[in-house]
């Protein structure tokens, strides 16, 4: 895997291969690094951060990615204000900076946000983009746009809703009230809350569990349940019953069917 951040700059956005006892495989850790705007999402974050996700997901090697903030009091507090204030409709609409978040619930490897402290507007749109969240038990999340003028430009109108359903999302929009992690995880907005300094080895050991499964396997799962966001029932059944029919035949499908009833660990052979 190749440290994708723009070296000729600062680098915004680092690509680590995180060390770990047994050997934390085909696990990439993505890292926010503005700690002095508590990671606020500038527009050259976002472009070397969706450079760094693109090529991790191009990687054969990367098969989980964890995302998280360089400190411990901020995820990411939102998009950047001082930049957001010289923006103008055209200017936005034309660059559309925000669209790497769609790109990021586009991944087909499995996303992981490790979110501590803050994460509000475009950082919570950002953890919600992510197929899990670990959150810790100092997390404060919430869509405070309204309060500056504006909304949620990327997900938290929507994702929200979906999560949590509309009345609440209503209310944390309208209001921009920023909620706990014991309130976000019972809106099942996160996957799971731990100690604050447990959120990134919990998120590493949760990315290991993953990439040690059959690469194919997991993405046609992530899509299927991606798709029940998206499709009517029916429709989103067929999608599924099409992704496991299309499974029959690749190298893991057989090696783990053989292994079980051989009675022996399964050997991937990481096709793509
Ligand atoms: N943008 C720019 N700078 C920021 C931001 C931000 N979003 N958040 C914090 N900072 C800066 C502060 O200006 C400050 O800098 P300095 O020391 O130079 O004055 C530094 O970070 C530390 O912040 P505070 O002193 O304010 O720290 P506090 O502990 O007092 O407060 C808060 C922490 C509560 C997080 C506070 O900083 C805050 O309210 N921040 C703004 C939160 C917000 O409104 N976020 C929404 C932004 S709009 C948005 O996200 C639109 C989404 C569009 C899609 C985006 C997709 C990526």
Avoid at 26 to 41: D, F, S, W
Avoid at 169 to 198: H, K, Y
Wanted: hydrophobic share 45%; glycine share 8%; with cysteine.
């Amino acid at each position: 895997m190749t440290d994708t951040t723009d070296g000729s700059d600062r680098d915004l956005v680092q690509v680590e291969i995180p060390a770990g006892d047994p050997p934390r495989d085909g696990v990439a850790l993505v890292t926010l690094r503005r700690p002095e705007a508590l990671n606020a999402l500038s527009f050259d974050l976002l472009v070397q951060l969706d450079a760094a996700l693109a090529a991790l997901d191009d990687d054969a090697v990367c098969r989980a990615i964890v995302i998280t903030g360089s400190r411990t009091r901020a995820f990411a507090a939102g998009a950047d204000i001082r930049e957001l204030s010289a923006s103008t409709t055209a200017s936005l609409h034309d660059a559309d900076p925000f669209a790497v978040i769609d790109r990021v619930a586009r991944l087909q490897t499995p996303t992981i946000a490790a979110v501590r402290g803050y994460a509000l507007g475009g950082g919570a749109e950002l953890a919600m983009a992510c197929d899990m969240v670990v959150a810790g038990d100092d997390l404060q999340l919430g869509q405070p746009e309204v309060s500056i003028g504006v909304i949620p430009g990327a997900g938290g109108t929507q994702r929200l809703t979906r999560a949590a359903g509309r009345a609440r999302a209503m209310e944390l929009v309208l209001t921009g009230r920023r909620i706990d992690a014991e309130e976000a995880s019972r809106l099942g907005l996160v996957t799971a809350v731990v100690g604050a300094n447990e959120v990134v080895p919990w998120a590493l050991e949760l990315a290991s569990r993953i990439a040690a499964m059959p690469v194919l396997a997991v993405r046609a799962a992530k899509a299927a349940i991606n798709a029940a966001q998206e499709l009517p029932l029916e429709a989103g059944l067929r999608f599924e019953r099409d992704r496991f029919e299309g499974l029959f035949g690749t190298g893991d499908q057989r090696e783990g069917m053989a292994a079980f009833l051989e009675k022996r660990p399964a050997v991937w052979h990481d096709e793509r």
